[in-house]
C-alpha cells in the first residue's frame, strides 16, 4: 500500500513537472558566451535576468517594437541595436517599465530584467535596470542563451 502511494505521488509530481517546463515555452539553450564581434553602425546589448526561485517570462520591446525572444528568468539575449537613443521596455499584466540607452557603434551594454512582487497582490512588476559591464558581467556568467521562439 505504502509503494503504491510513493509510486502514483511519483507519477504526479513527474506529470506536474513536464506539464509546467512544457507550458513555460522555455529554449534555454548554452551557457553565456561574450560576442566577438559587434556589427557596423550597431551597438550590442545583452538583456539578461539572472535566476531566481519564482521563475517568470515577458517581453521586451525596443523602440515600441517587440524582439524576440521573450525574456525568462535565468536567460540572456543578444539584441544589435541601431546607433541613437534606445529605448527597451517590458509589460506584464499592466504593468510596465523602461530604460533608455545612447547606444555608440561597437560599444557594448548590459540591461538586467527582474520581476518586483507585490507583497500583498502577489503579482509582479517588470523592472529593466542598465548595469555596468563590470557587474554585470558577474551576473550574466551564471545565465544561459534563449533561443528564438
Avoid at 14 to 30: D, E, M, P, V, W
Avoid at 91 to 115: A, C, N, P
Amino acid at each position: 500500500m505504502k509503494t503504491t502511494r510513493i509510486f502514483v505521488k511519483n507519477i504526479v509530481i513527474g506529470a506536474f513537472l513536464a506539464i509546467s517546463l512544457n507550458l513555460s515555452g522555455q529554449k534555454i539553450t548554452t551557457a553565456f558566451q561574450e560576442v566577438k564581434e559587434i556589427p557596423k553602425g550597431k551597438g550590442l546589448v545583452y538583456v539578461y535576468s539572472v535566476k531566481k526561485k519564482q521563475g517568470f517570462s515577458y517581453r521586451i520591446n525596443v523602440n515600441h517594437s517587440p524582439v524576440k525572444p521573450a525574456l525568462y528568468s535565468g536567460g540572456y539575449f543578444i539584441y544589435y541595436a541601431d546607433l541613437g537613443y534606445n529605448t527597451l521596455s517590458s509589460l506584464k499584466d499592466g504593468k510596465k517599465d523602461s530604460v533608455q540607452i545612447g547606444i555608440r557603434e561597437g560599444e557594448t551594454y548590459f540591461v538586467e530584467g527582474s520581476l518586483k512582487t507585490g507583497f500583498v497582490t502577489g503579482t509582479g512588476t517588470p523592472v529593466l535596470e542598465l548595469v555596468n559591464p563590470a557587474s554585470a558581467r558577474k551576473r550574466i556568467a551564471k545565465c544561459k542563451l534563449i533561443a528564438d521562439d
